[in-house]
C-alpha cells in the first residue's frame, strides 16, 4: 500500500481557539463562516462582528460630525471650518481607537456635547452659570462654544491618530 501525503486547511477561531478541519466528502471544503464550536461570525478576526453596540454607537455620532457644523451655519450665520475626511481617518485607524478615545472625541471638556444625536434639541441654548442645570437661550454665547468645541474636536482627533 503506498503512502500518500495528504495537506488540508485547518483553522482556528479567533475568539474561542477551537480548531478545526473543514471536510466535504473527503475534500477541502470551502471557508467556514462560522466557528465550528462557539458557532460566531467573527471567528477569523473580522473587524466589523468584534465591535460592540456602545463602540459602534459612539462612531456613528462622530462619523456625522461634518454634516453637523456644516448645518450650523443653515441654522445660525456661522463658519466653522472642518477638514474634509477628518471623521473617516480618524474611524479608519489601525488600530481602533478605544471608547474612551471615542468618549474623549464626542464630549471634549466644557463643551455643549453636540452630536448628531442631539443638535435640535437645545440649538441656541447655554448653561447658564447663575443657575446650575438651567440653559438659557444666548446666541453668541452658542455660537463661541460651538466654535470651541469644533476646535477641540479637530485637535483631539490627530493626537490620538498619532
Same mark, same amino acid.
Given at each position: 500500500? /503506498?503512502?500518500?501525503? *495528504? ?12 480548531? #478545526?478541519?473543514? $471536510? ?7 471557508? /467556514? ?6 458557532? $460566531? &461570525?467573527? #471567528? ?8 460592540? %453596540? ?7 455620532? *462622530?462619523?456625522? =460630525?461634518?454634516? &453637523?457644523?456644516?448645518?450650523?451655519? =443653515?441654522? =445660525?450665520?456661522?463658519? *466653522?471650518? #472642518?477638514?474634509? !475626511?477628518?471623521?473617516?481617518? =480618524? &474611524? ?6 478605544? *471608547?474612551?478615545? &471615542? ?5 471634549? /471638556? ?12 437645545? $440649538? !441656541? ?5 447663575? $443657575? %446650575?442645570? #438651567? ?22 482627533? %490627530?493626537?490620538?491618530?498619532?
Amino acid at each position: 500500500m /503506498p503512502i500518500q501525503r *495528504i495537506e488540508v486547511s485547518e483553522y482556528e477561531c479567533a475568539r474561542c481557539g477551537y480548531k #478545526w478541519i473543514n $471536510r466535504i466528502n473527503g475534500q477541502d471544503g470551502p471557508v /467556514p463562516q462560522k466557528c465550528a464550536k462557539c458557532k $460566531r &461570525l467573527g #471567528w477569523n478576526g473580522g473587524r466589523k462582528e468584534l465591535i460592540s %453596540p456602545t463602540e459602534r454607537g459612539l462612531r456613528r455620532q *462622530i462619523k456625522y =460630525f461634518g454634516r &453637523l457644523y456644516d448645518n450650523a451655519g =443653515f441654522y =445660525f450665520s456661522v463658519e *466653522i471650518d #472642518w477638514p474634509n !475626511g477628518l471623521c473617516e481617518k =480618524f &474611524l479608519d485607524i489601525d488600530p481602533r481607537p478605544t *471608547i474612551e478615545e &471615542l468618549k474623549q472625541v464626542l464630549y471634549p /471638556p466644557e463643551g455643549l456635547g453636540l452630536t448628531s444625536q442631539n443638535q435640535d434639541t437645545h $440649538r !441656541g441654548f447655554v448653561p447658564d452659570p447663575d $443657575r %446650575p442645570e #438651567w440653559m438659557k437661550f444666548d446666541k453668541e454665547e452658542y455660537l463661541n462654544l460651538l466654535k470651541q468645541e469644533a476646535q477641540k474636536r479637530i485637535e483631539l482627533m %490627530p493626537q490620538i491618530m498619532k
